[in-house]
């Protein structure tokens, strides 16, 4: 059974780097079938597509967040990270890793979220 | 505001039969496949339907999907107290190059 965690700090101070880590156990992030997705809810509202990484290096960003994004592998851990840098107060949300499966927005494990809070 | 459009919320009773619409446009529901999620909230989302109209393993046969030209539905019969969550369409935008998710439907039961 796949399953993935999200882990990182809960409360980030404005203007500061948002950093998460994922970690997956059922599927090996190096083995190139899947791309591995991060995705955010904000408070009362709905899902959003940050980006996904594939194990080539390949990424491909939501154009709104390019500019502030970055995501890696650690292939010997199975995880990947998100780094969302100059967070501010709309930054604050939960955030999802998850699998992605079968075209750009199909995904099929997703870990249980982490709530991150940017405040000073 | 989403690109993909669905109602805010829907309601029905145990038993009936409640459909959810998402409305896109050429770049993402026209040119390609919708999926559908179903959110419990402080639970991780859950994938209800791919490619359109497959049911990942484990979903039950009283939810079934289609699209239509820049429109998707999911149908819900025999509604069940469990069914109560938000529901989500997704799909890729040609346009954008990215991911696009609807607003979400609360569905109560």
């Known amino acids: 059974q796949v399953q993935l965690q999200e882990s990182g700090p809960g409360l980030v101070k404005p203007s500061q780097t948002l950093s998460l880590t994922c970690s997956v156990s059922?599927?090996?992030?190096?083995?190139?079938?899947?791309?591995w997705t991060w995705l955010r809810q904000h408070p009362g509202m709905g899902l959003e597509w940050i980006g996904y990484m594939h194990h080539s290096g390949n990424t491909y960003f939501n154009p709104s967040l390019r500019s502030r994004v970055a995501m890696s592998m650690d292939t010997s851990r199975n995880q990947f990270s998100l780094s969302l840098t100059s967070v501010t107060a709309a930054d604050t949300a939960v955030y999802y890793c998850a699998r992605t499966c079968d075209g750009g927005s199909c995904f099929d494990y997703w870990g249980q979220g982490t709530l991150v809070t940017v405040s000073s | 505001q989403s690109v993909l459009t669905q109602p805010p919320s829907a309601s029905g009773t145990p038993g009936q039969r409640v459909t959810i619409s998402c409305s896109g446009s050429?770049?993402?529901?026209?040119?390609?496949?919708v999926n559908w999620y179903q959110h419990v909230p402080g639970t991780a989302p859950k994938l209800l339907m791919q490619?359109?109209?497959q049911r990942p393993s484990g979903v039950p046969a009283r939810f079934s999907g289609s699209k239509s030209g820049t429109s998707a539905s999911l149908a819900i019969s025999g509604l069940q107290s469990e069914d109560e969550a938000d529901y989500y369409c997704a799909a890729w935008d040609d346009s954008l190059n990215g991911a696009l998710f609807g607003g979400g439907t609360k569905l109560t039961v």
């Open positions: 490619n359109n109209n």
């Open positions: 059922g599927d090996s992030i190096s083995s190139g079938t899947h791309w």
């Open positions: 050429k770049s993402n529901i026209g040119s390609n496949s």
